[in-house]
C-alpha cells in the first residue's frame, strides 16, 4: 500500500512555510505523494452544506501550488486530487500539467473529475448540466496533447490541427490520469480514460462492488487491465469507541489497520489522507503517528 499527505491549502491562514515544510515532511517520513485540491470562487450559500465549508476560505490555486511542492521535494509523487475539469481551458491546463512534470523530473499525477458544486460553475461561466460530455472531451483533448507533438482534436468544443505542442510532459505516454467521482458514471470515466479511479469517502465494500462493476465495463469496451484503485478520506484517531458512525480510517489504531487491510483487499493500492490538527504541529505529530503505528502493522499484500 502507498500512502499520500493532502497539503492543507484551504480553510485556515495561509502558512506558506508550513504548507512548504508539510510536503518536505512528508517525503521525509516515508510517505509516497503529496496532493492539492481544486476551487476557485465558493458561492456563499451551498445547497444541503454547512455555512462552514472548509473550501471557502484561503484557498490556494492547484497548479501554481503544484508546481512550488515539486521544487521542495526530490522522490514524493506530487498530484490534484482533483482538477475539476470544466473549471479550465484544457489547452492551458495541458501546458500548466506538462511544465510541473518537467520541473519536478517526471512526478505529477494528473487527478480530475467532473465537480458538482452548481453555484461555482455559474460563477466561472462554465457549463454545469454538460459538465460530464465536456469532462469526456477534455480528458481525450488532454491525451492528444500530452502524446502527440503535432496534434490534432476535433471535439464539440475544441478543434485544432496544424499545430505545435511542446515541451512534452516527461513522463510517458503521459502523466498517470486519476479519474474521481464515486458513482458509476465515474467508474465508468475512469475505465474509458484512466489509469486509476480515485473515490473520495466511500467504503471498502462500495469499492469492491464498483471496481467489480468497472472490470466488466472494461470487458465491453474491449480494455484489458482495469484501472487502479485508490482512496480518499480524512484520518481521524480516537483512543476509545467513538460515538455515532465510525468514517474510514476514524477511530483506535486497531480499527485503522483493519480499515486499510479493508481496502487492500478491495484492491486499492494508494491511500490518499488529510491529517487531523488544529495546528500545522499537530498534523506534523499525526502523520508521525500514522507511520509509527499505523504503517509497520498493516499485513503486507499476499
Same mark, same amino acid.
Given at each position: 500500500?502507498?500512502?499520500?499527505?493532502?497539503?492543507?491549502?484551504?480553510? *485556515?491562514?495561509?502558512?506558506?512555510?508550513?504548507?512548504?515544510?508539510?510536503?518536505?515532511?512528508?517525503?521525509?517520513?516515508?510517505?509516497?505523494?503529496?496532493?492539492?485540491?481544486?476551487?476557485?470562487?465558493?458561492?456563499?450559500?451551498?445547497?444541503?452544506?454547512?455555512?462552514?465549508?472548509?473550501?471557502?476560505?484561503?484557498?490556494?490555486?492547484?497548479?501554481?501550488?503544484?508546481?512550488?511542492?515539486?521544487?521542495?521535494?526530490?522522490?514524493?509523487?506530487? &498530484?490534484?486530487?482533483? #482538477?475539476?475539469?470544466?473549471?479550465?481551458?484544457?489547452?492551458?491546463?495541458?501546458?500548466? #500539467?506538462?511544465?510541473?512534470?518537467?520541473?519536478?523530473?517526471?512526478?505529477?499525477?494528473? &487527478?480530475?473529475?467532473?465537480?458538482?458544486?452548481?453555484?461555482?460553475?455559474?460563477? $466561472?461561466?462554465?457549463?454545469?448540466?454538460?459538465?460530464?460530455?465536456?469532462?469526456?472531451?477534455?480528458?481525450?483533448? $488532454?491525451?492528444?496533447?500530452?502524446?502527440?507533438?503535432?496534434?490534432?482534436?476535433?471535439? =464539440?468544443?475544441? %478543434?485544432?490541427?496544424?499545430?505545435?505542442?511542446?515541451?512534452?510532459?516527461?513522463?510517458?505516454?503521459?502523466?498517470?490520469?486519476?479519474?474521481?467521482?464515486?458513482?458509476?458514471?465515474?467508474? *465508468?470515466?475512469?475505465?474509458?480514460?484512466?489509469?486509476?479511479?480515485?473515490?473520495? %469517502?466511500?467504503?471498502?465494500?462500495?469499492?469492491?462492488?464498483?471496481?467489480?462493476?468497472? &472490470? %466488466?465495463?472494461?470487458?465491453?469496451?474491449?480494455?484489458?487491465?482495469?484501472?487502479?484503485?485508490?482512496?480518499?478520506?480524512?484520518?481521524?484517531?480516537? =483512543?476509545?469507541?467513538?460515538?455515532?458512525?465510525?468514517?474510514?480510517?476514524?477511530?483506535?489504531?486497531?480499527?485503522?489497520?483493519?480499515? #486499510?487491510?479493508?481496502?487492500?483487499?478491495?484492491?486499492?493500492?494508494?491511500?490518499?489522507?488529510?491529517?487531523?490538527?488544529?495546528?500545522?504541529?499537530?498534523?506534523?505529530?499525526?502523520? =508521525?503517528?500514522?507511520?509509527?503505528?499505523?504503517?509497520?502493522?498493516?499485513?503486507? =499484500?499476499?
Amino acid at each position: 500500500m502507498k500512502y499520500g499527505v493532502c497539503i492543507p491549502h484551504y480553510g *485556515r491562514p495561509i502558512e506558506v512555510d508550513a504548507l512548504t515544510e508539510m510536503a518536505v515532511k512528508a517525503e521525509e517520513m516515508g510517505f509516497d505523494s503529496v496532493w492539492v485540491t481544486d476551487h476557485i470562487i465558493v458561492p456563499d450559500v451551498l445547497p444541503d452544506r454547512p455555512p462552514e465549508i472548509v473550501y471557502r476560505h484561503d484557498m490556494l490555486e492547484p497548479v501554481t501550488l503544484l508546481a512550488h511542492l515539486g521544487a521542495v521535494t526530490n522522490r514524493v509523487k506530487i &498530484g490534484t486530487s482533483v #482538477i475539476i475539469l470544466p473549471y479550465r481551458n484544457p489547452v492551458i491546463l495541458a501546458k500548466a #500539467i506538462a511544465t510541473a512534470d518537467i520541473l519536478s523530473g517526471g512526478r505529477v499525477i494528473f &487527478g480530475a473529475a467532473v465537480g458538482w458544486m452548481e453555484g461555482e460553475f455559474a460563477a $466561472l461561466n462554465a457549463e454545469f448540466k454538460d459538465r460530464g460530455a465536456v469532462s469526456d472531451e477534455y480528458l481525450g483533448l $488532454l491525451k492528444e496533447l500530452w502524446t502527440n507533438p503535432r496534434p490534432s482534436f476535433a471535439g =464539440e468544443t475544441f %478543434q485544432f490541427s496544424d499545430v505545435t505542442f511542446s515541451p512534452m510532459p516527461v513522463q510517458k505516454p503521459h502523466p498517470p490520469m486519476w479519474i474521481g467521482g464515486r458513482s458509476r458514471a465515474g467508474a *465508468r470515466r475512469a475505465a474509458r480514460y484512466g489509469d486509476c479511479w480515485h473515490p473520495v %469517502q466511500i467504503p471498502a465494500s462500495e469499492v469492491k462492488e464498483k471496481a467489480e462493476y468497472m &472490470g %466488466q465495463y472494461c470487458q465491453r469496451i474491449g480494455r484489458e487491465t482495469p484501472p487502479e484503485l485508490s482512496f480518499r478520506c480524512n484520518l481521524r484517531f480516537s =483512543e476509545g469507541p467513538m460515538d455515532g458512525e465510525r468514517g474510514a480510517l476514524q477511530g483506535t489504531v486497531e480499527d485503522i489497520i483493519g480499515d #486499510i487491510s479493508d481496502y487492500a483487499e478491495a484492491g486499492v493500492s494508494h491511500i490518499i489522507m488529510e491529517f487531523p490538527g488544529e495546528s500545522f504541529r499537530e498534523k506534523f505529530g499525526a502523520m =508521525e503517528r500514522f507511520q509509527r503505528d499505523i504503517v509497520p502493522y498493516v499485513p503486507p =499484500e499476499n
